[in-house]
């Protein structure tokens, strides 16, 4: 009894913290600086790009771009797991759900992105077994209530995502008839690629903050002395914070990584998830939909854990993957290169009902929180 | 995908490999394996169900401080 009164008071004040971020007076202020500062910074334009998609839903949400200096571009790039898992590995899943005797497991996202042709999803009303869980527990505890059944869990993500599944792998907690089918992806390598890329300028990054919280502020150290970066939580204030800190540092002709997010991000980040990590998975060459082969972005199960990977259990071989359907731009979108509005299927062939193109299916799809939220016009209050 | 929810830890299970947690009223089941020394009470990121972080329990403490350093920090670009 004592102790459930305390918890209530504990998720009273959570609360209550969490309201302070997203605060309209100190908003207000912050963007006030943002305003001071980006005057004193000499070039024209300043393109500032964020790597996570709940940090473009964060922007379009709020309305933060209509607030920003002129001069400011907010531009959201590759942070979205979903939009960049070749079709290569949807096609597959559906392969196997449709082929073998298994239980398809996938995060609710993935379930409604098309591959080459079909998504999961439509792949489930030809008699396909797909099943939706929120995590890999999930999909570890369905495998367990049905022990006659192999099941296989598609695994997508970045770094965030990785460590739910080999915290379960290395520490022998995996039922013998589940298997996933990896397609991890990597933040620092795309951001490396990024910033090669001739076509774009970016003078500033926000970082992702969850990532962060595994691989630590050390792993973007790389980045010192090239763009100045700064590492932001979720919340409206993060992400202002997280603006000002970049303006700030371009003002002063600096390029380090710094931390916005320091209530969750430590310096070395989560050292048992990283090491568990790098247990589990070896590093290799990846592709990314619509953009292709990116050096050391992808991970895969090392040599003594490839039992648990379904490529080698199943002979699940897809040819010719089509990653972009014609008309589609969402290599640009995802690249920072261009807008969903820059797309004429944009809300019209391809809506979040019916999506035509991989960045209209995840919340953090920059094509769908644009259609969801009103992209750039709307300045939309908390609600 | 990557959305980390903010949690508080109810009950620790399963050796210390497993929690339930509260968000805002619902409880869920989730991996524990990832963190360290867990106790009943600690605030913490979920994200695909697994505690991925803990939330820094001297800034919720001294939260006030933050957001006055927040405040100096501000002051600091105005000067
Ligand atoms: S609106 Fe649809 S078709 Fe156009 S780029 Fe976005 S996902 Fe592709």
Not at chain 1, 30 to 37: F, G, Q, R, S
Not at chain 2, 24 to 36: I, N, Q, S
Request: hydrophobic letters at 40%; charged letters at 25%.
């Amino acid at each position: 009894m004592n102790l459930s009164l305390e918890y209530v008071k504990r998720r009273k004040k959570l609360l209550e913290i969490l309201s302070k971020y997203r605060d309209p007076e100190l908003a207000k202020k912050i963007i006030e600086k943002i305003h001071i500062v980006a005057d004193r910074i000499d070039e024209e334009k300043i393109l500032l790009m964020s790597f996570c998609g709940t940090h473009e839903h964060t922007v379009t949400y709020y309305g933060i771009r209509s607030l920003m200096p002129s001069k400011i571009d907010l531009v959201a790039g590759p942070g979205c797991p979903v939009c960049v898992t070749p079709a290569r590995i949807i096609d597959t899943a559906i392969k196997l759900a449709l082929e073998e005797d298994v239980v398809i497991l996938t995060y609710g996202d993935m379930y409604k992105v098309p591959g080459s042709k079909l998504s999961l999803a439509q792949a489930k009303g030809l008699g396909a077994r797909v099943e939706v869980v929120y995590g890999f527990n999930d999909a570890v505890r369905k495998a367990r209530e049905k022990a006659s059944k192999d099941h296989v869990f598609v695994g997508v993500g970045f770094e965030t995502t990785m460590p739910t599944v080999a915290s379960y792998i290395y520490s022998n907690r995996m039922p013998d008839n589940l298997y996933v089918l990896p397609a991890y992806r990597l933040t620092p390598p795309i951001t490396k690629y990024m910033l090669k890329l001739k076509e774009i300028a970016i003078n500033g990054i926000i970082l992702p903050g969850h990532v962060s919280a595994i691989i630590g502020v050390e792993s973007w150290l790389f980045l010192e002395g090239i763009v100045p970066s700064v590492i932001a939580g979720f919340e409206p204030i993060d992400v202002l914070m997280a603006i000002l800190m970049i303006l700030r540092q371009i003002a002063r002709g600096e390029a380090r990584v710094e931390n916005e997010y320091h209530r969750v991000v430590k310096f070395r980040g989560n050292e048992k998830a990283r090491k568990i990590i790098s247990e589990v998975f070896d590093i290799v060459d990846a592709d990314w939909r619509g953009i292709g082969i990116v050096p050391e972005s992808g991970a895969v199960f090392k040599e003594k854990y490839s039992e648990y990977n379904a490529l080698e259990k199943y002979d699940a071989k897809v040819d010719n993957a089509i990653d972009i359907r014609p008309g589609c731009r969402c290599t640009d979108v995802v690249l920072g290169l261009a807008k969903p509005t820059d797309c004429p299927l944009f809300l019209k062939a391809c809506t979040p009902e019916r999506p035509y193109g991989p960045c209209m299916v995840s919340s953090e799809g920059t094509c769908y929180i644009w259609a969801k939220y009103g992209g750039y016009i709307v300045n939309r209050k908390e609600g | 995908m990557c959305l980390g929810v903010p949690g508080i830890v109810v009950e620790i299970k399963r050796d210390e490999k497993e929690a339930i947690v509260d968000f805002g009223g619902v409880r869920k089941e989730v991996d524990a394996f990832l963190v360290e020394d867990l106790k009943p009470g600690d605030y913490v990121i979920v994200h695909a169900g697994a505690i991925i972080s803990k939330i820094s329990e001297q800034e919720y403490k001294e939260i006030k401080e933050a957001f006055d350093e927040l405040a100096r920090a501000l002051q600091e670009i105005e000067a």
